[in-house]
């Protein structure tokens, strides 16, 4: 008695909607196989998707599939007779699609399926093949549901029809929208740009989506803004890994180029990213406005991955900074592009296969190949933010020795003035004042040196701190995974008292983990922005951010907030760090041997009496090394190894706000206590 495995029909499910969990994925791997088919046009119809029953149709102007690209390709679940390095039979297309997996994500979404193609081969026939999803759940095996493939002649065209009906669940418009988002991106928005086509005979492939819901979105998309980029970045990679950086202007003209210092070990590619300065006043003269082009970088901005083509996701979508973009923007953000600031492409010729797919279709294998790759592209935007510092350090000497001679000409000019009209018994006079006013600006000219330097050292400090706890975050991403498997290679008998050393070290984890996060949080862009801010939950921010590192301390935080509603007109950023600063100082006041006290406790608290006050106290026994006058100056501390920046910054800060700030060196709570008043926001139009 001879035997055969089989298959349950629930592994369809898995190889299917498991291994590309996302539908707006699974009908993106349907449209690829329509641009492997050398198809010019591939159109996604929604209709009814937003209730269950809907019905989603792919139909493309393909080559269309002969019977037995369907017998032994299209029904064979994991088999794909394309090959991956072959191309084409008319256009001589690289092929994107080689799992033969991907379909049976978005062909599951309904209770049935029909298959209509018209091979290229055999004009005026069409081949129709269904599949009822039901029958095969009713199954016992795969193997038990037949299906049947009808020929019948047509009058249309070659391609191919795919009709997902009945379907099991609503479409929501946030998958719609990313759909769109994708198929508008699919087939290169950038090949205008990159028209240089090589001879190819291909005319190109569009994707488009029909559905009234989103025209919105395909009309955003669709605008091209590229001519009104502040400038462009571009890197090429030859076919030896031999690389070429250059700055382009606004109108595409080569500022600067320069070849690559190493080689590569990745495939050819050409990386281009257009930067936007997003200020009014660089808009003035441009065909678009501030709003449309936010609007357009933010659909569709970001550094995307197109494969001779065929954009690879999830490069450049919402949320995936893959070159770590923000990060260098840290470093030095008025010449560092940033991902709601640009639009980018990489175009990657893939012949060799040196970039593999992941299994379920979304970004590559982070093989050798793709870290150079990705090392190219960061090495370009390195090389460009060099150039523009450069550029922007010589415009600055220039622009010295101008005001310099400017001066030497204004003084000159004002000794003839004085010569001709100040009698020689006033010029002494005359003379005296005049050095006085100049004294006067030379010493604020020094003094706003001194706070420039020091303020350069600051932010110094800060983006080195948050570049290394970006840095620190990637080894301790590994540690649970190392964990893990050490635990599996430990005897049972013992297992239990490796879980208990094992969670020690997780907790430590854990805690860095929070610390090194405090940074990159206090730095990020949108805490900067001037505008409102509503002082009690900028206060219950920060004391959240912050609980990790005082319970470390074994510091008690008690808040009472009692401002309301009451906002002030200024920075998340700058009232974070006020209070991070005053509060560091009462941690360090604790750690102090003189101070000792059976329960660490620091109170925030706001109010609202015609001003926002803000009050931060502690028990730590007081200021006593200091008198109150100086310990807003530079350098003061009582910390051996300190800085003594921590209380300067608090009070520029304030000042900054609009406001001010008193001392009380010892309350009956046990210590200092710090009071900041600000104007409330309304006040500040009164």
């Known amino acids: ?11 369809l499910a898995r190889l299917g909607e498991e291994l590309v969990p996302q539908a707006d994925q699974g009908i993106m791997e349907l449209v690829k196989n329509a641009y492997d088919a050398d198809a010019l046009r591939c159109t996604v119809k929604l209709e009814r998707t937003s209730v269950e029953g809907g019905a989603i149709r792919v139909v493309d102007d393909g080559s269309g599939m002969t019977e037995a690209d369907l017998v032994e390709g299209f029904l064979v679940v994991g088999r794909s007779r394309k090959a991956a390095t072959a191309p084409t039979r008319r256009l001589g297309r690289i092929q994107v699609g080689d799992k033969g997996l991907g379909r049976l994500s978005a062909m599951r979404l309904g209770r049935k399926v029909v298959v209509l193609t018209r091979p290229f081969e055999e004009p005026g026939i069409e081949l129709r093949l269904e599949l009822n999803w039901d029958k095969f759940d009713e199954a016992i095996a795969v193997e038990e549901v ?16 795919i009709h997902i009906e009945n379907l099991r669940a609503p479409f929501p418009r946030g998958t719609a929208d990313k759909l769109a988002r994708n198929l508008l991106l699919l087939s290169d928005p950038f090949r205008e740009i990159h028209a240089d086509s090589g001879g190819s005979s291909d005319p190109g492939f569009t994707a488009e989506l029909e559905a009234n819901e989103f ?48 080689t590569y070990e990745a495939p050819k590619l050409e990386f281009d990213l257009w930067h936007f300065v997003l200020d009014a006043g660089r808009f003035s003269n441009k065909s678009s406005t501030l709003p449309e082009v936010r609007a357009w970088l933010k659909h569709i901005g970001g550094v995307h991955v197109y494969q001779d083509g065929i954009r690879v996701p999830a490069y450049g979508g919402p949320g995936n900074d893959w070159l770590d973009l923000n990060l260098l923007r840290v470093r030095s953000p008025e010449l560092r592009p940033g991902t709601n600031t640009s639009i980018g492409r990489v175009g990657v010729s893939n012949t060799a296969g040196a970039l593999v797919q992941k299994t379920d279709r979304v970004g590559y294998l982070e093989s050798e190949a793709f870290h150079e790759l990705r090392r190219f592209c960061i090495d370009t935007l390195d090389w460009a933010a060099k150039v523009r510092v450069s550029e922007r350090e010589s415009g600055r000497r220039a622009e010295r020795d101008d005001k310099s001679k400017r001066t030497a000409k204004a003084s000159a000019s004002l000794d003839k003035v004085l010569a001709k009209t100040v009698p020689d018994t006033q010029r002494k006079v005359v003379d005296n004042a005049i050095e006085r006013v100049l004294r006067a600006n030379e ?6 040196r001194e706070e420039l330097q020091l303020y350069r050292s600051l932010a110094t400090a800060g983006m080195t701190s948050a570049v290394f706890a970006h840095e620190i975050g990637r080894p301790l991403e590994l540690l649970d995974t190392n964990l893990g498997m050490i635990l599996k290679m430990i005897p049972e008998d013992r297992r239990k008292d490796a879980d208990r050393r094992v969670g020690r070290i997780t907790r430590q984890k854990e805690r860095l983990n929070s610390f090194i996060s405090i940074p990159l949080k ?33 510091v008690e935080m008690e808040v009472s907030l009692n401002a309301s509603t009451s906002a002030v007109s200024g920075s998340e950023a700058l009232i974070e760090g006020v209070l991070l600063n005053l509060v560091t100082n009462s941690i360090n006041a604790f750690q102090r041997r003189s101070t000792d006290v059976e329960t660490r406790r620091i109170r925030i608290s706001t109010a609202y009496d015609g001003d926002v006050l803000i009050m931060v106290e502690d028990n730590a026994g007081g200021i006593k090394d200091f ?27 304030v000042s900054d706000l609009s406001g001010k700030i008193d001392v009380d060196p010892l309350t009956e709570f046990g210590g200092a206590k710090f009071t900041i008043k600000l104007f409330p926001m309304r006040a500040l139009f009164e």
């Not at 008695?1 to 592994?11: A, D, G, T």
């Not at 037949?146 to 249309?156: A, G, I, M, N």
């Not at 801010?533 to 590192?549: E, K, S």
Request: aromatic share 8%; glycine share 10%; charged share 30%.
């Open 522 to 554: 206090l730095l990020a862009k949108s805490k900067r922005r001037r505008g409102r801010v509503d002082i009690d939950p900028c206060v219950r921010g920060l004391v959240d951010l912050i609980a990790p590192v005082l319970g470390h301390f074994n």
């Open 443 to 448: 010493q604020e000219t020094k003094v706003l």
């Open 627 to 653: 008198d109150v006058s100086e310990i807003f100056l530079p350098g003061v501390t009582s910390q051996p190894d300190g800085t003594g920046f921590g209380l300067t910054i608090v009070r520029d800060s």
């Open 215 to 262: 025209e919105d979105l395909q009309s955003k998309v669709e605008t091209s803004y590229f001519r009104d980029a502040d400038f462009r970045i571009r890197g090429t990679l030859n076919d030896h890994g031999e690389g070429q950086f250059s700055l382009l202007d606004w109108k595409g003209e080569v500022l600067y180029s320069s070849n690559a210092t190493r």
């Open 146 to 161: 037949e299906l049947s493939l009808v020929r019948s002649p047509t009058t249309k065209g070659h391609g191919t029809e």
């Open 1 to 11: 008695m001879s035997e055969r495995l089989r298959f349950s029909p629930s592994i």
